[in-house]
């Protein structure tokens, strides 16, 4: 059993839906899928090193979380129900400000298995301690966009120092030579980057040909504040500071309106959606998400953190999204189950810059397995329509990454360590907060 986890092999997937249609997936020992389609089976069961039967599951690709601060599982379900400016200040905060490396490592893995175990096999993170972080990407096996938050707050001396600490990941990131993990810049937010700051990330991410990650228009509030500092709404800003790219992902936009939206269409801005976050902390706006659609930016879709969600579940949030987008707008006929599904698969690999995203031969083979012999999944009417609005992460079997076997029949070796490991790292951290 051991030798199927974790490698590249050839691998035959037999007996699966794509599209709709009956079919079998080959992946090759190199990682990336050979065949798709019927009778693929016959020409290629001689070739594989293990043969996984599909038992009739839906095949999809991996699916892409383009938002996420994947340490904050260890603050799971530590304050909820909070002013959005007192759970920063008064628990988030004060509890972040005792996090050490292991403690990044342990919250990284513990998220990294969630999304293992739910179907997501590509995450854009933002954090620190990042060297921890990827530590525990490679371990997992997925893939993932790693960017140190970089927050200068107005002052000239900080900037020099988060300037080196974006140097010093990327230099780490590339010298690992892990082709799942890659680095990105990442300026917090308009509200916590100087113009100064900004610049230097839009200049240092163009010259590394990497991508860039930031926050942009949660809040009513830093929309206002950022006219009343800078004369301008926060896009036209982070326009200016050349922030905005085809490289770059901005999370939330909540409170874009319509000419900032038409101006990320035209920059060919990847805008990730995150609902759910934005619904407990009660942002009271939702994305603009057919601004964005109609003026050509690429909308994906994102969890945030752990402490704001909470948890890593890209089904879950795929639905939250397509609801949310019908309530807020009073208008059922927004985000269709496919258009929200394409959002947590190709739109979000595009954002990142993957060739993953969708199932086709030649791309690299990120695989999940949805169970249909399920209650979520029966009947099968619509294939689209259960994966969107009825099933979660729970009904996903198997995953597999750059052709790698993560979970088989929902077992994921490792597993107990992980979660005895975050949960003592999550106590400790309270202890040492709560004894300060
Ligand atoms: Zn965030």
Request: a negative charge; charged letters at 20%.
């Amino acid at each position: 059993m051991d030798d199927i986890f974790g490698r590249q092999q050839a691998i035959l997937i037999a007996d699966v839906q794509v599209n709709g249609k009956n079919a079998d997936i080959f992946v090759r020992d190199d990682g990336t899928i050979g065949a798709i389609g019927e009778g693929v089976r016959k020409q290629h069961t001689g070739e594989a090193d293990i043969i996984i039967d599909g038992n009739g599951a839906i095949a999809l690709p991996g699916l892409v979380n383009t938002h996420t601060h994947a340490a904050m599982s260890l603050l799971r379900g530590y304050a909820d129900d909070m002013i959005l400016q007192d759970w920063l200040s008064q628990k988030i905060w004060p509890l972040e400000a005792h996090l050490t490396p292991p403690d990044v490592y342990w919250g990284t893995k513990l998220a990294c298995l969630e999304m293992i175990r739910t179907g997501t096999t590509a995450f854009n993170d933002m954090y620190f301690m990042m060297e921890e972080a990827a530590r525990a990407v490679g371990e997992a096996g997925i893939r993932a966009v790693l960017s140190y938050g970089f927050i200068d707050l107005f002052d000239a001396g900080k900037r020099e120092a988060e300037c080196r600490a974006t140097e010093n990941l990327v230099r780490h990131i590339r010298s690992l030579d892990n082709p799942r993990i890659t680095a990105a810049a990442g300026p917090h937010a308009p509200y916590t980057v100087s113009p100064d700051g900004l610049k230097w990330c839009a200049e240092f991410a163009r010259e590394e040909k990497i991508g860039i990650h930031i926050h942009l228009s949660e809040t009513e509030k830093e929309v206002n504040d950022c006219i009343a500092q800078h004369g301008k709404r926060p896009a036209v800003l982070l326009d200016e500071c050349g922030i905005l790219t085809p490289r770059t992902v901005a999370a939330h936009c909540c409170w874009l309106d319509e000419a900032e939206c038409t101006l990320l269409g035209k920059r060919g801005v990847s805008a990730s959606h995150n609902p759910t976050s934005n619904m407990k902390l009660a942002t009271n706006r939702a994305m603009p998400w057919h601004w964005l659609k109609d003026a050509g930016a690429n909308v994906c879709l994102g969890t945030d953190g752990c402490a704001s969600n909470n948890n890593l579940d890209m089904f879950e949030e795929a639905k939250t999204a397509a609801i949310l987008q019908k309530f807020f707008w009073n208008n059922p006929t927004l985000l269709p189950a496919q258009e929200a599904l394409a959002m947590a698969t190709a739109n979000g690999a595009r954002g990142l810059g993957l060739a993953t995203g969708r199932l086709l031969p030649g791309t690299p083979a990120d695989i999940i397995l949805v169970a249909v012999h399920e209650a979520c999944n029966t009947p099968l009417h619509n294939a689209m329509s259960n994966i969107v609005y009825s099933c979660n992460g729970g009904a996903v079997e198997t995953t597999i990454c750059d052709g790698r076997v993560l979970m088989l029949n929902r077992e994921v070796p490792g597993e107990k360590e992980i979660l005895e490991g975050a949960s003592a790292a999550a106590a400790d951290l309270v202890r040492r907060a709560q004894s300060s």
